[in-house]
């Protein structure tokens, strides 16, 4: 099933990518399933196998490892140590104790080609890491231009409108983009020792990694968790690979987020770009996709306790914590702690605290912003334009309001270590993160933690029992990730430097058993919502999310990067003309009942009318008496009529099945039901409205129903406004005879009891009553109203075992039918199999047609 090579994907992306040599695996293998063990691992064709018991696995994959790491000079060594302050370290924190921990990620530092196997073997046997070296032009093009200067920017909101904003697309930076996912991808199927294994993929540096993996491995389990905005739908469009990078993290079956904003805009460009429909599922939000069910998760990460705290108890911290009490005795600490970066907004922030010294003369001399600025992750002109303007601003300030002793606004450029933030936070009265756009942020997490303090840091500190409650305020940006968890912030808009002001103003004044209030519910939610919870939860909706991989079948589909999965029942197959064919050369009574749009006729075509292929067909199947061919479509009988006028002995069931006629002879007949359409007068007008409000929206009147159609509107808008009119038709036609359906793409209002399963009833039982029981019947459609054809079928030929039953949907998608074709030229081609196979005699009619239509019901 799976392919064992991945050069076409990298041939096949766009351009000459980069010649990058496969990855050797310097990791050990053992085979713990009955398989086949190649140079990728097992097998997908024996995936099915039984598996032996083993230890739960996850890999975790990240652009960089977890790791410190060094080479002594004078002895040539290695020298590795965890890296405490990362994340990606303590979420295994959430996981069992049994569970196995496997981070696949680079170095932040160059390591020699000759030394790549011993360090990687090293790096695996000591900390289970596995390392995937990027050749330097590679990682340069990779992290520092393509996520850097391209989606970074872009994921914040930030258009390349001019080359003096923003980097323009460059295919090169893309190639290397492919290029490092290729590598990660190839250590990660490296590390995977059976399909049960979870991989959990952090960030946008990897949006392709689930591609290259679900092309391998059909039944992987695979998470994404995104730490970075997701920008609307109109700034992603931008993008000339966007399709490339969606359909790669739609190959996950978990997608996580901060915050449901993001969550939103992703979820509205798989509508806009793919055509995608999403609904909550008890309580989760999921995209049907080509069979699969993709779930989104929206759990903001949190901070490790245990490790802030640890720091606390540092005596350096606590010693820090004496040293800046002293230096800032009777004034008022205001702390921002943000990286040199063009959207954390430094420069709005130093604005606000320059407004407020403006507005409150009272304040200068009793307050300063101490901004500790950490070492930018990115380079480039903006990074550097960024930090001459806060120097620039910052030294304007201090001129202004400074005096001999006091500087308003201190700023801290340097790396400063763990200790000495700590001790910051501590001391802060007010904690402001200003940034015009970022994805979580932790700042907030963090500074509460300090305040809230511990036993032992109040002991060095000399503080007893009976101390004040501790406090804390926050001001925070509206446009940051952790904004809607802190509820009791002062959130801001960071443009409005005056509002900004008179917020850190407030905080500063706010009485201390308001900041108590306020600290106590941000440190309870902080420290039962930490990383352990965080990585718990992540785990245990991916392990749902999974559980149906082993009950469907799975097909490859597609080339390069734009390789689909499509994950359908263990029985659903191909329908194959040589086999249908010779059934339906043995059988003596044959039934076949065809939708028209979407299956005779392509629902893109212009010209509805159909080909002379198709007219070929119809007229030699007709006219063989032992068959009963009906074309069942939601069509109004008109235009069928005038279509199929040549097709004699053709039997056509309009507005699906409202109107019948059995062949051209014969008059059209009612389905029974109820003649009157007094709710037209009703309805009419309601989706009058909708379309007058909703540009691109169309009203289709039908005799026994109408139809709002919003194809051509917009997709988000069209979709909300269908939704919004199926609840008010439903609540107004709650009295009448008629049904509201939502189609794709449209609104229909009908009578009751109209449906196409009613149509293929009615001729099969009357079949059956003649003593012509079919004993071949293909029923063929495209739609979700097709699916009550093939259920009605089974249910009415359930009694004859030795009827064949073709029930066959046109494309490859989730259907109530046992057969696909992929499309309308294979639908043809079918049919002309069957007509190439009948006698062809002279024209006659099965001997029921003569009977009533209405007689049946």
């Given at each position: ?48 196998a ?19 790491c ?8 290695w ?62 093009k ?79 389990k ?37 915050t449901?904003?993001?969550a ?50 540092l005596p ?25 970066d ?7 922030k ?11 003369p ?12 950490n ?69 907030p ?24 409650p ?8 509206e ?16 443009w ?19 900041k ?20 718990r ?23 390069g ?25 043995r ?29 070929s ?29 040549p ?12 109107f019948?006629?059995?062949n ?28 007058e ?22 997709r ?12 008010h ?46 004993d ?29 039953i ?10 109530k ?15 002309q199999?069957?007509?190439?196979t009948?006698?062809?005699?002279k ?15």
């Amino acid at each position: 099933m799976g392919s064992k090579s991945f050069g076409n994907l990298l041939d096949l992306a766009s351009g000459d990518l980069l010649d990058i040599p496969h990855t050797p695996r310097a990791l050990p293998r053992v085979m713990t399933v009955p398989g086949i063990i190649d140079g990728y691992g097992i097998s997908d064709r024996d995936s099915d196998a039984i598996s032996l018991p083993c230890r739960e696995r996850k890999i975790v994959v990240a652009n960089y490892l977890p790791l410190n790491c060094k080479k002594d000079l004078e002895t040539g060594q290695w020298i590795f140590s965890l890296d405490n302050d990362s994340p990606m370290l303590h979420l295994k924190d959430g996981f069992s104790p049994e569970t196995e921990v496997i981070y696949v990620g680079s170095l932040k530092i160059d390591v020699d080609l000759s030394e790549q196997d011993e360090v990687s073997q090293t790096l695996f046997e000591e900390f289970g890491c596995v390392p995937t070296f990027l050749p330097q032009d590679v990682h340069k093009k990779f992290y520092l231009g393509f996520c850097k200067q391209q989606l970074w920017p872009l994921f914040h909101y930030m258009l390349p409108m001019c080359p003096d904003h923003g980097e323009r697309f460059d295919r090169s930076l893309w190639q290397a983009y492919v290029s490092a996912n290729k590598i990660f991808a190839d250590k990660v199927m490296g590390a995977i020792n059976l399909e049960e294994d979870c991989i959990w993929i952090h960030d946008y540096h990897l949006m392709l990694l689930p591609t290259f993996l679900r092309r391998r491995f059909y039944r992987v389990k695979l998470g994404f968790f995104l730490h970075s905005p997701f920008p609307s739908s109109e700034i992603y469009r931008t993008l000339p690979v966007r399709e490339e990078l969606l359909r790669g993290l739609l190959n996950c079956d978990l997608i996580g987020f901060h915050t449901f904003d993001y969550a939103r805009h992703f979820l509205s460009c798989c509508c806009r770009m793919l055509g995608l429909e999403y609904e909550s599922k008890r309580g989760h939000i999921a995209l049907d996709y080509l069979g699969r069910t993709v779930f989104l998760k929206i759990l903001p990460i949190g901070v490790q306790m245990g490790r802030l705290e640890s720091v606390l108890n540092l005596p350096a911290t606590a010693e820090k914590l004496k040293e800046i009490q002293e230096k800032y005795q009777g004034k008022k600490v205001i702390l921002g702690v943000d990286d040199m970066d063009i959207f954390k907004g430094l420069s709005l922030k130093i604005l606000a605290f320059e407004h407020l010294l403006q507005q409150y003369p009272s304040m200068l001399g009793k307050i300063v912003l101490i901004q500790i600025v950490n070492p930018a992750r990115g380079s480039g002109k903006d990074v550097q334009e960024a930090k001459k303007e806060t120097y620039y601003t910052v030294n304007r300030i201090n001129e202004r309001y400074g005096s001999p002793g006091y500087e308003p606004v201190v700023l801290i450029d340097r790396p400063v270590p763990r200790f000495e933030k700590s001790a910051y936070y501590a001391i802060a009265e007010c904690c402001i993160v200003n940034a015009v756009r970022d994805g979580m942020n932790l700042v907030p997490y963090k500074y509460t933690v300090c305040r809230q303090g511990t036993p032992e840091m109040d002991k060095y500190m000399g503080l007893s029992d009976d101390s004040p409650p501790r406090t804390s305020t926050l001001v925070l940006s509206e446009f940051i990730g952790c904004s809607p968890s802190l509820s009791g912030a002062i959130r801001v808009n960071p443009w409005d430097v005056d509002a900004v002001a008179d917020s850190m103003y407030s905080a500063l004044t706010m009485p201390d058993s308001e900041k108590h209030l306020r600290h106590k519910k941000h440190y309870q939610y902080i420290s039962t919502h930490d990383v352990a919870y965080w990585s718990r939860s992540f785990a245990q909706d991916l392990e749902r999310a999974c559980r149906d991989h082993y009950s469907k079948r799975c097909w490859g589909v597609g080339w390069g990067l734009g390789f689909r999965l499509i994950a359908l029942s263990p029985n659903f197959r191909r329908l194959s003309v040589e086999p249908t064919v010779s059934a339906y050369r043995r059988s003596s009574k044959r039934a076949i009942f065809l939708d028209y749009d979407g299956t005779l006729v392509p629902e893109t075509s212009i010209v509805k009318e159909p080909s002379a292929d198709v007219m070929s067909a119809l007229k030699a199947l007709c006219s063989d008496p032992n068959n009963t061919v009906f074309i069942v479509s939601g069509r109004g009988k008109v235009s069928l009529t005038e279509w199929l006028a040549p097709c004699q002995n053709l039997g056509i069931a309009a507005e699906h099945g409202y109107f019948t006629t059995w062949n051209e002879s014969c008059d059209w007949e009612t389905s029974g039901f109820s003649n009157d359409f007094e709710w037209k007068k009703i309805v009419e007008p309601i989706m009058r409205l909708y379309t007058e409000t909703t540009d691109g929206s169309t009203i289709e009147a039908k005799e026994s129903a109408l139809v709002w159609h919003h194809q051509d509107a917009d997709r988000d808008f069209g979709s909300c406004q269908a939704k919004e009119l199926l609840d008010h038709l439903e609540s107004v036609l709650v009295n009448e005879p008629v049904v509201v359906n939502r189609g794709h793409q449209i609104v229909e209002v009908k009578p009751q009891g109209v449906s196409k399963g009613l149509v293929t009833g009615k001729v099969l039982r009357r079949m059956l009553e003649e003593g012509n029981a079919p004993d071949f019947v293909v029923c063929i459609g495209d739609d979700r109203s097709d699916e009550e054809m093939f259920e009605s079928i089974t249910t009415t030929l359930s009694a004859q075992p030795s009827s064949e039953i073709f029930a066959c949907t046109v494309g490859r998608k989730p259907s109530k039918a046992k057969y696909f074709l992929d499309e309308v030229s294979d639908v043809v081609k079918l049919l002309q199999g069957l007509a190439n196979t009948s006698s062809s005699p002279k024209p006659s009619y099965p001997s029921h047609l003569g009977v009533s239509f209405e007689s049946v019901v």
